[in-house]
């Protein structure tokens, strides 16, 4: 099957009428904020974060238990600070994305993004190997895959599909309009093989879990599971594995798009010696920027949890 393909096979599934009516309000939504100024958006965000991080119990017990866990000498005020903060976050990264098609175009990237490694990265995702480009939920990963599509680079992206065929559709399409393709995470062996075969980008988001049957590395100084696949990609085709990160650095649709490692096979390193290893390795790149901007981290998606027997008595020993 296609790239094209297995991404329209999601299309062609039917919609019950809960998925039509929470995907009207969700146009009307992005409707009144594209008509909105940018510095609009961001005042009516943070308005709005202030009522989900102190009235409306939306993951609230999640996201403290996991700052609890990764940061255990925080004070609370200083945790509420940071939840309301990445609430903030979420929330103009949804503005930013509806905007982003009107806002941001191939003669004025560099108005909203600073890229101080570009010829390295480019050099990288230019030439004829494959490649692979690991991120995080940190930061406006969306508006990255968007950038790259002006460059004239082409990616396709590994997730799992929305529950909500419209929702998924919408993402889709605006990811389209960059140069990206969708492989759902399931079922895309094949496809992904071909891909790396001819040289194309692949774009992963590293920090999902994967089920007790995954690669145990510490993410953030705590055991989580993470897919193997990541780093079987580099190891069994040759493809650099690039971490990069897009932060925001101040006002609305400003950023820096950033390389956090480079790990190219060619070059060889202890890193590249297992698939452990290279875990480890861009785990840790990517939680070096998360403990710098931790309120541009999703804190919302449970990344730890329970590691099965054997992992919790080899982590004791």
Not at 8 to 17: A, D, E, R, V
Not at 42 to 47: G, I, T
Not at 57 to 70: C, D
Request: hydrophobic share 40%.
């Amino acid at each position: 099957m296609s790239l094209e393909a297995n991404s329209q096979s999601h299309q062609n599934q039917k919609y019950g009428l809960a998925d039509r009516l929470s995907y009207f309000f969700f146009r009307v939504v992005i409707c009144g904020v594209q008509i909105m100024s940018l510095d609009e958006c961001d005042r009516l965000c943070r308005l709005l974060a202030q009522v989900l991080s102190k009235w409306i119990p939306l993951r609230q017990s999640l996201i403290r238990e996991n700052l609890k866990l990764i940061f255990p000498d925080w004070k609370p005020e200083h945790s509420e600070q940071v939840t309301e903060k990445m609430w903030h976050h979420l929330l103009l990264m949804g503005c930013e994305v509806a905007q982003a098609p009107r806002k941001i175009h191939r003669e004025n990237w560099h108005e909203h993004f600073h890229i101080p490694d570009r010829q390295s990265m480019l050099k990288i995702v230019m030439d004829d190997r494959p490649t692979v480009l690991v991120s995080a939920h940190f930061g406006n990963f969306e508006l990255a895959g968007f950038l790259t599509g002006l460059f004239g680079v082409a990616t396709t992206t590994v997730a799992r599909p929305l529950d909500n065929g419209f929702l998924h559709n919408y993402i889709t399409n605006f990811r389209s309009l960059g140069g990206q393709y969708f492989l759902a995470k399931e079922g895309s062996s094949l496809q992904i093989q071909q891909l790396l075969s001819r040289g194309g980008n692949l774009t992963l988001l590293a920090d999902q879990y994967a089920g007790p049957k995954g690669c145990w590395v510490d993410f953030l100084g705590k055991p989580a599971s993470c897919h193997k696949g990541l780093a079987l990609f580099t190891l069994s085709s040759g493809a650099p594995m690039i971490v990069v990160c897009s932060v925001r650095t101040g006002r609305p649709m400003n950023f820096e798009l950033s390389v956090l490692g480079i790990a190219d096979p060619m070059d060889g390193g202890e890193h590249l010696s297992s698939v452990p290893s290279l875990t480890r390795w861009y785990n840790q790149c990517l939680e070096q920027i998360i403990r710098a901007f931790p309120e541009q981290y999703w804190w919302v998606h449970r990344r730890w949890r329970e590691p099965p027997p054997q992992r919790r008595s080899s982590r004791a020993a």
